[in-house]
C-alpha cells in the first residue's frame, strides 16, 4: 500500500519563505483549496493519506517533505536547513514511527528531504544551501548500512533543492528539467522543456504523475513515456518556492 503524510496549511502560510518576494501576496484560503486538490490526487491514486494538523508558528509546514527522507523501512529525520523550519520535524517524526524505523541527525548537520531522491538503492542528495557536508554523512552513514547507496550532486546556482529539477518517475526513471543537470547522473531520463522547468518537480504513482497545471509539454512528454498525467494547480504554493513534491512524504 503507498502511505503518505500531509500537513495542512497554517495561516502564517502568507509569511513562508521564498527567494524572492512574490509579485503578488499569497493567498491562503485559495492555497488551502490547491492543497485540497493535491490531496484528493494522492487519494485517487490510492494513496492511504494522513493529514497533520498546522503550527502557525512554522509558515512552512505544509511542505513535509523536506522533513524526513524515507528509504528501506526507515525514517531519517532531518534538520532542515531554514532556521525557522526546525520545528517542523517533531510531529512529522510521532506520526512516521507508528510506521517505520526512526533516525535522527545532529546538529551541525543540516538536510532538507527535497534535496533527496531515492531510485531503487540509490539516494541522489543534492548539496545545497540548505543540505550540508554533515547531513550528506549523515544520510550515507544511516542508509549505506541498509544497503544503499548514496551519491552526492551539486547543484546549479539558484536551484533550492535537487528535486527543483529532477524527480523520480518509479525505481528506474527521472523526469528532468532540460539543461539544468548533467542527464547521464540518471538511468532514462525523461527531458522537459527548460521553459517548463518548474514542471520537473511531479509525483508519480505507478505510471500516474500528478504534475503541475499550465505546462502542455510536459504533458506530452509524460503522455509518450507511457505515464498518465494528473495536473493539479499550484499557483500558491509556488509564490514560496514549493512544488509538489515538497508537500507530502511518500512511501
Ligand atoms: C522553503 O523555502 O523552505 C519553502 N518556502 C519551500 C520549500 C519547498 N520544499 C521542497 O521543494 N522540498
Redesign the pocket.
Known sequence: MTRAIVRGVPDSFAY????VAPEAPILVGLARQQHRAYCDALGELGASLTVLPPDEAS??CV?V??TAVIAGGVALITR???PS?QAEPGIVAAALAAHLEIARMAEPATL????CLRLGSTIYVGRSA?TNDAGISRLAQVFATRGLRVVPVELPAGV??L??VVSPLGDDRVLLAEGSLDPGLFPHPVIVPAAETYAA?AVAIGAHVIVAEGFPRTLDVLSAAGFTPHPVPTSE?RK????L??QSLIW
Open positions: 513562508a519563505l521564498s527567494a509558515p512552512d511542505f517533505e523536506d532542515p536547513g531554514a523550519r532538507d528531504g527535497g534535496d540548505r533550492l533543492h528535486k527543483c518537480n504554493v514560496a518556492d514549493g512544488s513534491t515538497c
